[in-house]
Structure formats: C-alpha cells, structure tokens
C-alpha cells in the first residue's frame, strides 16, 4: 500500500526520511496511524467523538515490476500498467534483474536547484568536461554522447577513454565489455547501469529528485545497487563507491 504523504487532520507532513516503520506518527498532534493507514490512536480521543472524516490516511495507486515501486499521487487515479507506462523501454529495464540486486545504501542530498533542473542535469554530459574536471571527465570521452528516445524516457550514454583504443582494431581483439548508459524515468528517476568509475565493476545507482519544502530546493535520494552478477565484488568496495559518487553529487 502506498500514501500520501500528509497527515488528514491538519494536512502536516508525517515522514521525512526512508526509514523503515511499523507505524505513522504526526509531528504536529501526534495522531498515530498503521502500517494500512488507519487511524490507531490520538490524544484527546473523547475530543472527537462525532468526527467520522479524516481518519485514515489517503491512498494512492502503486504497483512493483522488475524491481520497482511505481506510485502516482492522484488517489483517484486507477491502477498502474507498469508495461503500459514504461512501452518500448520496458525490456531494458527487465533485463537489469533490479529485482535480484543487492541494496548497498541510500542517501539523501538536498540542493538549492528547482527538481526539474536537478533531473535535467543529470541526463547530459556537456557540463561534465567544467564540473567534473577530476573524477567523471578523465574517464570520458568528453562532449560526445548518444541519446535514444523510449516514448516519455530516454538513455544516453558517453564513450570511455578506453574506446577511443580500439579505433581501427577489428572487433575480433576488442575486449569483453560491459552495457553501460544512464536511463531517464519519467518524471523523476535516473538509473544508471554501468561500470564504476576507475572501470572495475558493474554498479546500478538510482536518483530519485523531489521538490524540497520551498521553491528552489531539491531533495535527491541516492541509491546504490551491487548487481546479480557482482555478488564475488566485496561489498565495501561498493560502500567506498558510493561515497565517492555521493561527494561528486554533493560538490
């Protein structure tokens, strides 16, 4: 089941973290609700004996499919066809086994950008070159990408230095190598699928932007993922990685 997040008394945000619990309690009156969203408890409880209004928390419409959770806000809306809505880039998505990875850690960013900005940013690689002069960009050839276009999503992808190797060597000598390309989901998603940085192992990493409690901020969940396939890498490794990562979002 899935809610909105806000509390039906006096409309007060419940939660502000992703934490996992049992049960909702409101920050404003402390009206305590269940993990189905019914209403289990509230000082003053006499106070609203004639009330019948407002006392479970408002549904949404969510659904989960290849490993993830797809939520829409409007309560009255109907159900989700995840097929539907993802269309021609639904077997891309299927074939990353997201279902089958291994949740490192997720941590969140907030920055002083509109969310629609911080989301757009993320699917180019012109401001790489500038803004990333010492981490992205010298594993990069830089202002060169190649964008395919899903319907409502997108990919795109940036050559590493290592390709621009195998020019003029046939295909027969070029070396085993992994997809690697960064997915837009609409509205808000990015997933990213590809090696690390220093090219040692395969990583899925997944930014998820939502409008911070003004305009102009942005909250960006950042989450990495060891793959199926990845389980022989040591999981610190990809405990440092996304420390790494998170610095370069964060700077």
Not at 110 to 121: I, Q
């Amino acid at each position: 089941a899935a809610f909105r997040n806000v509390c039906p008394h006096r409309g007060a945000r419940l939660v502000n973290d992703t934490r996992k619990r049992t049960s909702f309690v409101c920050p404003f009156h402390a009206w305590r609700f269940d993990a189905d969203g019914h209403l289990v408890s509230r000082p003053l409880e006499d106070a609203f004996a004639c009330a019948s209004a407002g006392r479970e928390l408002v549904r949404v419409p969510v659904a989960e499919r290849h490993g993830l959770v797809f939520v829409r806000l409007d309560p009255a809306a109907g159900a989700i066809d995840v097929e539907e809505f993802l269309g021609p880039i639904a077997p891309l998505i299927r074939s990353f086994r997201l279902e089958e990875t291994d949740h490192v850690r997720t941590d969140a960013v907030v920055t002083e950008a509109n969310w629609k900005l911080v989301v757009d940013v993320s699917c180019e690689g012109y401001h790489v070159p500038a803004t990333h002069a010492t981490t992205l960009s010298p594993q990069l050839v830089p202002f060169l990408t190649i964008h395919d276009s899903f319907g409502r999503h997108h990919r795109f992808a940036s050559p590493g230095r290592k390709i621009e190797e195998l020019a003029g060597r046939p295909e027969s000598e070029w070396p085993q190598m992994h997809y690697s390309a960064v997915h837009y989901l609409f509205p808000n998603t990015i997933l990213t699928y590809s090696d690390a940085i220093d090219g040692s192992m395969v990583v899925v990493a997944v930014n998820r932007s939502f409008p911070g409690r003004h305009i102009g901020e942005t909250t960006v969940l950042y989450s990495t993922y060891r793959p199926a396939d990845s389980r022989g890498v040591e999981r610190a490794a990809y405990e440092s990685l996304h420390d790494a990562v998170l610095d370069i979002n964060s700077s």
